[in-house]
């Protein structure tokens, strides 16, 4: 009901509108109509009386399935995990949306939050400073930066996570990215966290130049800590995830999952498309499509996420404690230095 | 966008040319200049063997190194049986395998990096472009060996990188490294490639700007540029290479705690890259925090 009243105002726009095109107002009017009045500018739409009703209508009542069109019920959209119950679309979801649904209530701590942008370049396009684009997206979007980490509980147990935003940027990797990642590595290896990667990303910072890319560097590095100490790093690949995001640290992991239908590649499918001047078959890079190509552990759906994630913290934790050696050849000349020491000692 | 010329005239536009330039030496003229003996290794045992990526041991100035780099062609038809540089998964999977081989024997591992990016195709993609990229990056940043890496030509993103995170990264003056191609860039920033040599200057892809940001460790003179004479760059490439080979070779010979000071310091040189602001305790003023 609600939705049929919400939308018949704009029907009646469209009907005056047809109305005006057709020119026959002013010919109706008639009689005093001279030639100004025929040639005069109508107004495209005129609005109707019932503009009070649809003001009650709030602007995200509903919510439209990109994919097959579906409204739904906001709230009852949010019940479902932002995941269309007619198709299955998971919808794009913010970072604070996507730590709201793994982290346990208010068990959330944020880190590194005052880590903000820099311009190491000089970067300027066009009359406009990347600092001051970077400031702009960060009021329009409400995030501070590509991503968001901290340590949560999820299902009782607690984890570290970095998720992307892709709302600012693009989600593109830049120092701030890569610092707030290493230091979650670091800070996961400290307080014996297993990790959790949520990534959504357009790829490299292009404003940041050659330091984005070595941002690539930078995070893998990190990751070489966590493996030391014997901490699983769990991927988790969101749509859409590309560049150098896919080519670094998201998919060096113990564990690589993907959402349904996530668009995931190392080349966007327009550059492909531009350079092979061939059509991409149907389902290219989708998770599922990678999922045959063996490059994923699985694609999971959102609804399972938390139960899927639990089950793999739960199995990975505590198998066998403490410091993987970093090199066999190390250990070695370590074990030798030990087993002197002892029989020096006897 | 102001593409002023440097000092000695050339505006990044122009360095992007000549890294690009058709008669530049590629990495099989600085294997074939400065390597006694060479045996080519091909192939990633899985997939195919590709002709954008050589790979394989040699003798440099008396000692036995593992070199890897991407190779251009000297002509069109050589160009296209290689690609253009541009390597496939099988192509980064076979440097893999050989950093694996150097770091198994303990030889020291020398890259030379000159590709436009990684292969953008199809089957590329088919076949984990991106993973295996970044299981290059990975496996390097951790490699118990000394490594380097020299931009002889067009350091061309993550195709670069997958065989350029070494101990010490030297580039040629003429020589561009980049996040993505001048053209790619300028297709993301303005949606048009066509601005290229804008997005280059903006980039800020040339080596004494990267030298300055401290990207990059060392600056290689090419005087003239490579391709009118590249017997003196081939050489002076080569002498920068031992002698860094040698610096490296003081901290690593000292067996296990050696490999150990090797490796974190090759983690905190990648650990350290990147500018960010960080706000103190008392904000405002924002500490402006270059790492």
Request: aromatic content about 6%; glycine content about 10%; proline content about 5%.
């Amino acid at each position: 009901m609600l939705y049929c009243a919400a939308l018949s105002p704009r029907r009646q726009c469209v009907v005056n509108s047809l109305f005006d095109i057709a020119g026959t107002r002013p010919a109706l009017d008639g009689t005093g109509a001279s030639m100004r009045e025929l040639f005069r500018r109508q107004p495209k739409f005129t609005t109707t009386g019932d503009d009070d009703l649809r003001s009650l209508v709030p602007d995200d009542l509903w919510v439209k399935c990109p994919k097959c069109n579906e409204l739904v019920y906001t709230k009852e959209h949010m019940r479902s995990l932002r995941v269309c119950q007619r198709c299955g679309y998971h919808f794009r979801l913010a970072a604070s949306e996507r730590i709201e649904m793994l982290a346990d209530e208010g068990s959330f701590v944020e880190w590194d939050a005052e880590i903000t942008t820099s311009d190491p370049l000089g970067f300027v396009v066009d009359g406009e400073e990347y600092l001051v684009k970077a400031q702009k997206t960060a009021t329009r979007s409400g995030v501070g930066e590509a991503v968001i980490s901290g340590r949560l509980k999820l299902d009782g147990k607690p984890l570290a996570v970095v998720v992307t935003d892709f709302s600012f940027m693009g989600a593109s990797m830049g120092s701030v990215y890569g610092e707030k990642l290493a230091r979650a590595c670091e800070r996961a290896v400290d307080e014996g966290l297993p990790l959790l990667t949520v990534s959504a990303s357009g790829g490299a910072r292009m404003q940041e130049g050659l330091f984005s890319l070595m941002q690539m560097a930078k995070t893998t590095a990190a990751l070489t800590r966590l493996g030391e100490a014997r901490l699983p790093h769990i991927s988790l690949l969101t749509d859409p995830c590309y560049g150098g995001v896919t080519a670094s640290y998201a998919t060096v992991a113990d564990v690589i999952l993907a959402e349904p239908e996530a668009l995931v590649g190392f080349a966007g499918p327009r550059v492909i498309e531009q350079i092979t001047r061939q059509k991409l078959p149907p389902g290219f890079q989708t998770a599922e499509f990678l999922f045959e190509h063996g490059m994923i552990d699985q694609v999971t759906p959102r609804h399972s996420m938390v139960k899927t994630l639990s089950a793999l913290i739960d199995l990975y934790s505590g198998v066998r404690p403490g410091r993987r050696p970093r090199r066999r050849r190390a250990e070695v000349v370590e074990s030798e230095i030990v087993a002197n020491g002892a029989t020096d000692g006897e | 966008m102001a593409s002023s010329p440097s000092a000695n005239g050339l505006t990044p536009w122009d360095r992007v040319l000549l890294a690009r330039h058709a008669n530049r030496p590629h990495t099989l003229a600085y294997i074939g200049a400065l390597y006694d003996e060479f045996v080519e290794l091909h192939g990633d045992r899985s997939d195919g063997d590709d002709a954008a990526m050589v790979g394989g041991i040699g003798r440099f100035r008396g000692r036995t190194v593992m070199v890897v780099g991407h190779q251009k062609g000297e002509s069109t038809r050589e160009n296209i049986q290689r690609n253009f540089g541009m390597p496939k998964p099988e192509g980064y999977r076979k440097a893999l395998r050989l950093f694996r081989q150097a770091e198994k024997f303990g030889m020291p591992l020398i890259t030379f990096i000159d590709t436009p990016g990684a292969d953008p195709g199809l089957s590329s993609e088919e076949n984990g472009q991106a993973f295996a990229i970044a299981a290059n990056v990975f496996a390097m940043t951790d490699l118990a060996i000394p490594s380097i890496a020299v931009v002889i030509g067009e350091g061309g993103s993550g195709g670069a990188l997958a065989i350029g995170v070494a101990d010490r990264v030297l580039m040629l003056e003429n020589a561009i490294y980049s996040v993505a191609s001048p053209e790619a860039s300028a297709a993301i920033i303005w949606k048009d490639s066509g601005r290229a040599a804008d997005a280059a200057a903006a980039m800020r892809v040339n080596a004494d700007d990267l030298l300055s940001f401290g990207l990059v460790d060392e600056v290689i003179p090419e005087n003239p540029p490579a391709h009118e004479d590249p017997q003196a760059t081939i050489v002076a490439t080569g002498d920068a290479i031992e002698r860094h080979l040698i610096e490296l070779d003081e901290m690593w010979k000292r067996g296990a705690t050696g490999e150990r000071a090797l490796l974190e310091a090759r983690y905190a040189k990648y650990r350290a890259m990147g500018e960010w602001q960080e706000a103190q305790a008392v904000p405002t003023p924002a500490a402006i925090g270059r790492r």
